[in-house]
């Protein structure tokens, strides 16, 4: 395990390094407009935040609450937050709706949905954002092309094709180089990229996707009452959900922020690489990485979102495999009468690497936790590779 502790967010100011976002992106705002079309759909159901209070008690911390997307919108992932909001923000456009008004039911209009037909999106994803994309052309009544990269099992390919993709491939291309196929695809054939991370001249979709990601924290605010995080977990890939809830919570108490810390595998850890650089730029892991962590196998950081996890994060940590395995079995096999949650590789590594430090005394000072310590962490997954968790977690038992 490698970490990067930069705490000058606390001797900064908050004000000083979240000015220039805090009035126009990922504010309370927007968390409550994304919020407010998630619960126009039919299927939507607010995700449980589970207390875990006899490991918080076994840690000697005050809580550990864990948002539990393992059960959204019945793909095992968080990711159909954004998918749905970026497909309906770009259709509010293209059919002259208020987007900040108009519900999932405008859409069921007869000749909405006719037109809707012939509108096709494509994406390249790792896993769980194709997944989220293409369920989300689906309910729309588009259709769906989704690129992935190699190495990818089977079982995350045919979830996507179930949840409604036209078209799904497994390419021999990186994931990199996976995005950059299917921006050509997008422009051959004129398609309607959805792409969960950004570049020079493609900004807003991946920003309607990152506001998709709010619902979560809406949720979370309602669903904690009168505790507030003093430390949020948060994994990432090329960082698009991580730093959408840390500009929220920066945002939110930005008088008083919590310690975020950015978790990575070691293979791949563009954002942790990116910090050590230290010359303010995101950078790329080169190569072909391997991890089982294959939700967060990105090599490099998105554009529009590198400067808050530049500015706003304490800690940045890259995992080996070992620490999610870690997270996963405990999670499967909880203390006391804490409720056991199903996580997938991509899911676990943030409550892995809390145990690793609840564990060790110079660790949890070094993360100054204490008896008064609020610990947030998001299960961003279930078991999407059904086969690989059971083997995970069977191999704890012998």
Known sequence: MKIIMKDHIRTLG??????????????????????????????????????????AHSYGVRKIFVKDESGRFGLKAFKGLGGTYAVFRLLCQKFKMNETTATFEDFQREEIRKQCEAIEFVTATDGNHGKGVAWAARIFGCKSHVFMPKGTVEARRKAIEDAGASTVVITDLNYDKTVAYAEKMAQEKGWILVQDTSWEGYEEVPRRIIEGYLTMAAEIENQMEEDRPTHIFLQAGVG????????????????????????????????????????????????DPI???????????????????????????????????EG?????????????????????????????????????ELWKMDEKSVILLINTEGATDPEGYERIIKDHKR
């Open 240 to 287: 698009a959900m991580a730093g959408g809830i840390t500009a929220y919570y920066l945002n939110r108490y930005r008088n008083d922020p919590p310690c975020i810390t950015i978790v990575e595998p070691e293979t791949v850890a563009c954002i942790y690489l990116s910090a050590e650089m230290a010359d303010g730029e995101p950078h790329t892991v080169e190569g």
């Open 291 to 325: 991890t089982i962590m294959a939700g967060l196998n990105c090599g490099t950081p998105c554009g529009i979102i590198w400067p808050v996890l530049r500015d706003g994060v304490s800690f940045y940590c890259a995992c080996d495999d070992c620490i999610t395995k």
């Open 14 to 55: 908050v004000e000083e390094i979240t000015g220039w976002y805090s009035d126009t992106m990922f504010t309370q705002k927007q968390a409550e407009d994304a919020l407010h079309f998630h619960k126009s759909l039919p299927m939507y159901q607010e995700t449980r935040l589970i207390s875990l209070t006899a490991a």
């Open 328 to 364: 996963m079995r405990a999670y499967a096999n909880p203390l006391g009468g804490d409720p056991a949650v199903i996580s997938g590789e991509s899911g676990a590594v943030t409550y892995g690497l809390l145990l690793e430090i609840l564990k060790d005394k110079e660790l949890k």
